[in-house]
């Protein structure tokens, strides 16, 4: 059987992983001001991230239609027995639902066929932990109903966290008040964040970078206690020795099989900020 994994530009892969998974990503269109950024592999990240920064205004972002993703179910019709779709959390944009909509208009043509989409209830490195998982069960020789059962049973024990450089985005957002915003600054306050039933919510308060980067790697083992034989996949946003020091931290306290780093992509970057750090688990 041969199965096609998809997933919208939240999922934040390196070139050999892309090839290694041989996944297809469809982008988001990201706004700001009055710019419009296709998350794809044209990418300029540093342009995006200087515009971002210097822009008083939050980001908007738009994911694909359900018709373009009815579109890319169709050029697999001939070469794939399934497809597996992974998106951002539902909670955090309309990509689910969007490739579900394109899944039903695509079923309507070709009733036969089998595509399942994943709600990540997570982001960038979410998605990419999940599409390792899928291409490990798609390996293992289960038919497809058995990767369905077995992908969303992994989801279920899964945990994203996030570590915040800065807190502007959060401020233009309106996710925090300006006035918080800014005595948090003033105090090096860095949060780190935890995904909850698809949203975002703060796990911790850190004083400085490498306090919030220790408090996140000790919150690993809080969130799931044995993590033998799971991989780690840390992601950043343009800052690696970060992300190393994540790793050699999670290395001395857990017996991961393995442990990924990959930069984000757009979307990624636009929620994580720049310097950024989210981690999935």
Known sequence: MKYKIIADSSCDLTEELKQKLDIELIPFVIDVDEVKYTDDENFVLREFIDHMNSSPNPIKTACASPGLYAERFSEYKDTSDGIFVITISSKL???????????????????????????????SAGETLLALKLKELIDSGLNFEEVVEEIEKFKSTQNTMFSLESLDNLIKNGRITKTKGLIANV???????????????????????????????????????????????????????????????????????????????????????????????
């Open 187 to 281: 105090l090096s306050i860095k949060p780190v964040m935890k995904a909850v039933s698809g949203e975002i919510e703060v796990y911790e308060m850190a004083r400085g970078v490498h306090k919030s980067l220790k408090e996140m790697a000790a919150g690993i083992g809080v969130l799931n206690e044995d993590v033998k034989g799971r991989t780690l996949v840390i992601a950043h946003v343009q800052d690696e020795r970060k992300a190393e020091y994540v790793k050699e931290e999670a290395e001395k306290l857990y017996d991961f099989k393995e442990i990924i780093i990959v930069p984000t992509a757009g979307l990624s970057s636009g929620y994580a900020a720049d310097k950024g750090i989210v981690i999935s688990f």
């Open 93 to 123: 944009s309309g990509s689910y639902n969007s490739a579900e909509v394109g899944k039903q208009m695509y079923l309507e043509r070709y009733p036969d066929k089998k595509i399942h989409i994943i709600d990540s209830l997570s982001a």
